[in-house]
């Protein structure tokens, strides 16, 4: 039980560390690991029948994903943002759909979306990545 404590302890100090030094771009990457992570958690416990534990997960992936809605330049985003925006709006409902109904293929579908877009974030070029968190920081 001690060395499960410490260990928890250890990964929020490195949690917060990584998050300390991210560039935005890696922060959304983190927020989307972090969302698909809950969403394999609320699989697993949705397979063991652990509706509590369950629920917690979607909740937790519910909120990331709220943490990724407000991360969007929705001045400056164009219609890249607005889609975002609705394709975030979507996942939401769906994992709302998974926890009422107690139905995995909806968290399914909502990891697939989220990989899609983390797969375009992996593919934005390191001096796009750099240009665009040197204006992040004279704006």
């Known amino acids: 039980m001690h060395n499960s404590v410490a260990m928890n302890q250890y990964k929020q100090v490195g949690t917060k560390v990584a998050v300390d030094v991210a560039d935005p771009h890696h922060l959304i990457q983190m927020l989307i690991d972090g969302a698909l992570e809950k969403i394999n958690s609320a699989k697993y416990n949705m397979a063991q029948e652990n509706v509590a534990k369950k ?35 979507y996942m939401q409902r769906k994992l709302v759909e998974a926890n009422l109904n107690n139905n995995m293929e909806p ?22 990545r750099k240009e665009a968190a040197e204006r992040n920081k004279h704006s």
Do not use: F
């Open 107 to 128: 968290l399914n579908e909502v990891a697939a979306l989220l990989n899609e877009i983390k797969a375009g974030w992996g593919a934005i070029p390191q001096d796009v």
């Open 55 to 89: 629920g917690e997960d979607i909740s937790r992936a519910i909120s990331i994903i709220d943490g990724l809605i407000t991360s969007l330049d929705m001045d400056n985003g164009g219609e890249i943002a607005e889609n975002l925006l609705s394709l975030y709006d």
